[in-house]
């Protein structure tokens, strides 16, 4: 049930609309990043989960977009 949770968590940071800094330190004025807050969310629910298909599948959604982002390709 707390990996549900966790998955949730992910979802509503992934729903923000906040304006991220490419490197942390660079702004100190922006929030952290929710694509970064979701991904690390997806962690834990992929930890307490670890079975479930749902769960997997949005860790690597949400993985490819992260990097795609700082890669430059968004």
Known sequence: ?????????????????QKCALVPQQRADLAPCPR?????????A?????????????YLITAMVHLAHFAGCF
């Open 46 to 58: 992929a930890r307490l989960k670890f079975e479930s298909w749902k769960v997997w599948e949005n």
């Open 1 to 17: 049930q707390y990996g549900d949770a966790w998955n949730n968590l992910a979802a509503a940071h992934l729903h923000l609309k």
């Open 36 to 44: 970064r807050q979701a991904f690390n969310a997806l962690e834990q």
